[in-house]
């Protein structure tokens, strides 16, 4: 071909220049870190000033040096990008390893995180790939109008993906304090530290829990008193609990009483209603157990962790002499086995078949508490009585009105919530409860944050043969809505507050991290606007399940009734509860009389989501906490 038409002419050589791929490549890591470090300078102005000053100085010039090195490189420039690239590296390593000997915490590293990592990252290629520039100078270069950007396309790609991350786990960083109710908002309001219980002269029960790290059946756990689950509670009706909790860990925490309606200062919330107690320190919780019933407690400091080791335990509230009790009372706890073994739901620290003495003829009553972690997609435990009729006397220890006998059906328990059952043993045979669970939707992401534990574990009450059993998958499940006797209830009168509580789920980043970030009315914690009640009101909340997960949304200090389910109001007794489980894409509403005055955290019990960001809380007018949550003080109550 050349023949016919001549030699082709020889390609057009600029003037020397720099390589315009190591050019791009620069100027996007320069300018992808200089975002990164302006997205940043927010945080450090409320951490420490001169940090807050340094970034935005480091910003600037980062900002301004990435459209030099793109359109006017030269080697002084591409020497001084390199080498102020490689300080800021290595000053990111020396914070993370040793500490600086100024700021908020001098000589104390820091934590490291996805935003720093990104940013030191794209430091450190760009000098590397500056110093090369700089290195080998300029030189004559053929044009390549679409080759050049086609070969710089993957390298600006990544620096803007890096960025976007970055920038999104910057802006998404824990906060370094933050107060559910600060003081300065309302200088003439009402600490939650005074809210104590008042003097009185109720019989004391007094109770130490040493938190301390133990052995578990071989295998390592956070415990109380060495032992998990805990060691159980129990309590009459009107008396005075004094409950000294000693740390002996290496890390603080806290203990919450679950569904007790304590005063605030004994909620055990840390950062919103105490510090979290430091190891090697002690606090003293007091309140009188105003109600009869079936509870628990546990750690709400870093509860997904400290929760998840071992921190928890029964706390049972009996009636006063005089009622009528059961033969054999027995709690039934299921929750996570230890260690490698947290795949597997246990029963009062037993894997397998766990025997309860009962003779023929005596009354029993199974005290369920639902203490088991669930994935992602919030699974309910739904435990089945074989081989006698009973009764659901109480939901997370309240009574229901005139209940009838059943038959075998799955009691369905979100996390954190609980079912009393009472039955008679039959004259011969064993009766036999039986764990099942019933799953949401499982989330895209569920491999991501762990698989829910095994179950099927058993509960075998009595001696003989047990009873027959069915696959508890083909059995109803127990509808607590439309059982029992109607009775009045003050709740059913119109709200003087009413608010909405939609709960979603989708990707983004939480607490510096990308997360499948829950939230709450639009926002994830501590972000979610509380809502605001005064003592008296009485308070409807409108839940709007819009995810295929469950949610056992709990309500600390106060008990709900249950009012309305997809437009259907209830028919059997009244429903009281501290944790209502939403089902998936179902609505609920339900009310509670604001008789306990406080900052009180409003979440979802599943571990997972209440972390990602589905926590809020019901403020008190006129209350305020002089605690905060976040990285200054080291309160993280989720």
Aim: with cysteine; glycine share 10%.
């Amino acid at each position: 071909m050349s023949l016919l038409v001549g030699p082709l002419p020889p390609a057009r050589v600029g003037a020397p220049r720099h390589s315009p791929v190591g050019r791009m490549a620069v100027a996007a890591f320069v300018l992808g870190a200089g975002v990164i470090h302006l997205a940043e300078v927010p945080a450090h102005l409320g951490e420490f000033l001169p940090f807050a000053v340094f970034f935005q100085v480091v910003a600037t010039a980062q900002l301004v040096a990435a459209p030099a090195v793109l359109l006017r490189p030269n080697r002084r420039l591409l020497l001084a990008v390199a080498g102020g690239s490689a300080a800021l590296a290595g000053l990111w390593l020396v914070t993370r390893t040793v500490g600086l000997p100024v700021g908020p915490m001098p000589w104390m590293p820091e934590a490291v995180g996805f935003a720093d990592v990104a940013c030191v990252l794209m430091e450190c290629v760009g000098a590397v790939v500056a110093l090369v520039m700089a290195v080998r100078g300029a030189r004559p270069r053929r044009r390549r109008p679409v080759r050049t950007p086609l070969a710089a396309a993957p390298v600006v790609l990544l620096a803007a993906v890096a960025t976007f991350v970055g920038v999104g786990t910057a802006t998404s960083a824990m906060p370094m304090a933050f107060s559910a109710a600060p003081p300065a908002a309302d200088p003439g309001g009402t600490s939650v530290a005074s809210l104590v219980a008042a003097p009185g002269p109720q019989p004391v029960k007094s109770f130490t829990l040493t938190a301390q790290d133990a052995t578990v059946d071989g295998r390592p756990a956070q415990t109380y008193d060495g032992v998990v689950p805990g060691p159980e509670l129990r309590v009459t009706q009107g008396d005075r609990v004094r409950v000294t909790l000693v740390n002996h860990l290496p890390v603080a925490t806290t203990v919450h009483w679950h569904g007790v309606r304590v005063p605030n200062a004994a909620d055990g919330v840390a950062g919103m209603t105490q510090d979290a107690v430091a190891p090697g320190a002690s606090y003293v919780y007091e309140f009188v157990a105003t109600d009869a019933g079936t509870f628990w407690y546990h750690s709400h400091q870093d509860t997904g962790h400290q929760l998840a080791a071992g921190l928890y335990g029964a706390l049972v509230v009996e009636p006063p002499a005089g009622h009528t009790a059961e033969d054999v009372d027995r709690t039934i706890l299921l929750h996570n086995g230890t260690g490698d073994r947290a795949k597997v739901v246990a029963v009062n620290g037993t894997t397998g078949d766990l025997h309860v003495d009962a003779r023929p003829g005596q009354t029993v009553r199974l005290r369920i508490i639902d203490a088991v972690i669930p994935g992602m997609d919030g699974a309910a435990e739904a435990p089945v009585l074989f081989g006698a009729p009973y009764r659901v006397v109480a939901l997370d220890g309240n009574d229901l009105t005139v209940p009838t006998l059943l038959g075998p059906q799955r009691v369905q328990l979100g996390m954190g919530q609980r079912a009393d059952l009472v039955f008679t043993m039959p004259p011969t045979g064993a009766v036999r409860l039986v764990d099942s669970r019933i799953a949401g939707t499982p989330s895209a992401l569920q491999g991501f944050f762990g698989s829910p534990a095994q179950t099927g574990e058993t509960v075998t009450i009595g001696d003989g043969a047990p009873p027959p059993t069915v696959d508890p998958a083909t059995l109803p499940v127990f509808d607590p809505y439309a059982y029992g006797t109607p009775a009045a209830d003050p709740t059913t009168r119109a709200a003087e507050v009413t608010a909405p509580v939609v709960l979603a789920e989708g990707p983004g980043f939480h607490d510096g991290s990308i997360a499948l970030v829950h939230s709450i009315d639009g926002a994830a914690s501590p972000d979610v606007p509380p809502v605001v009640v005064r003592e008296g009101q009485l308070v409807r909340l409108h839940v709007v399940n819009t995810t295929g997960e469950f949610h056992p949304m709990h309500l600390h200090g106060h008990v709900m009734t249950v009012l309305d389910v997809d437009g259907r109001v209830p028919t059997g007794s009244p429903v009281h509860v501290d944790s209502v489980l939403l089902e998936p894409h179902q609505t609920i509403d339900v009310a509670f009389l604001a008789d306990n005055p406080g900052i009180w955290m409003l979440h979802c019990h599943v571990l997972v989501h209440a972390t990602m960001g589905m926590s809020m809380s019901i403020n008190y007018a006129g209350v305020t906490s002089p605690f905060v949550m976040g990285m200054h003080s080291g309160n993280i109550p989720e």
